[in-house]
């Protein structure tokens, strides 16, 4: 066998053994096990926020709000809730946060369709959705491009999310309008060759890695990534990763809870 085959192959095997953490950029700050701490994820309640130094993890409540026809989001109290002091890096009680209610949500997400409205398929159409208070964006998805739009909406740029984005399902804007994340799921080589070859013919494409990416909103330029394999059998049924991921207020900084139930916090600077 030549030389340079020998290569490849072993570059192949490499990729496939490969941490499944990948970090293009972007500094941990910390990072806390609640499967330690007897926490168990919900795949379809539980939501992680931040505001001012505490960042939260709990189930949501969805109360119906019939004027503005969508659910008024809330951590539910009946629900187990975890709250840290991001400053004192260390688990505080509950009631350090006060209330509950929907000053704990992001002021621009788009996660899956809103329960509480009237015409579900309204949730999801063609028109721009808000990404921050002076931007918005579509999704051009026979192009496999995300459009950001001025307040005219004329475009300003445009990323490519590559093919198994979930653009329109996946991204949360930081409060300061100044950063937003694209969230999306993809596939690690060997799970690309099992679905050319193996499940060539299956309906559908199977993914089996997630990935956040972190934009600055003035310009588009991809400020931080990180992209983890999933652990097997773990994630088949789960909602989009949206619920999980959220922004300090100032944008400078961003949580997120992963499948194996570490929370990170990572700092995000402009470089």
Request: proline content about 6%.
């Amino acid at each position: 066998m030549p030389d340079r085959w020998k290569r490849k192959i072993i570059f192949v095997v490499l990729l496939i053994l490969a941490d499944p953490w990948l970090h293009a950029s972007g500094n941990t700050l910390w990072k806390v096990n609640v499967g330690n701490m007897g926490y168990h994820t919900d795949a379809e309640r539980t939501i992680v926020r931040w505001r001012g130094k505490y960042v939260v993890i709990g189930s949501v409540k969805y109360t119906p709000d019939p004027e503005k026809n969508q659910c008024i989001v809330s951590f539910d109290p009946k629900q187990p809730l975890l709250v840290f002091d991001f400053i004192a890096r260390k688990h505080v009680p509950a009631d350090a946060i006060g209330r509950l209610e929907q000053e704990w949500e992001p002021p621009y997400w788009r996660g899956s369709p809103d329960p509480c409205a009237l015409d579900k398929r309204a949730t999801f159409d063609d028109s721009p959705e808000a990404l921050t208070s002076d931007l918005a964006y579509h999704s051009e998805y026979d192009k496999n491009r995300f459009v950001v739009l001025d307040k005219n909406h004329h475009e300003k740029y445009r990323i490519s999310p590559n093919l198994f984005s979930c653009w329109s399902g996946c991204i949360t804007s930081s409060r300061a309008g100044n950063r937003f994340a694209l969230l999306d799921t993809g596939q690690t080589l060997g799970k690309w060759i099992t679905n050319h070859t193996i499940d060539f013919l299956a309906d559908g494409v199977d993914t089996d890695k997630k990935r956040i990416r972190v934009y600055n909103a003035k310009d588009g330029k991809k400020l931080y990534q990180v992209s983890w394999v999933e652990p097997k059998g773990c994630c088949r049924d789960r909602l989009p990763l949206g619920p999980r991921v959220a922004f300090s207020d100032d944008g400078a900084m961003l949580a997120f809870l992963d499948d194996e139930g570490v929370l990170r916090v990572i700092g995000i600077s402009d470089q």
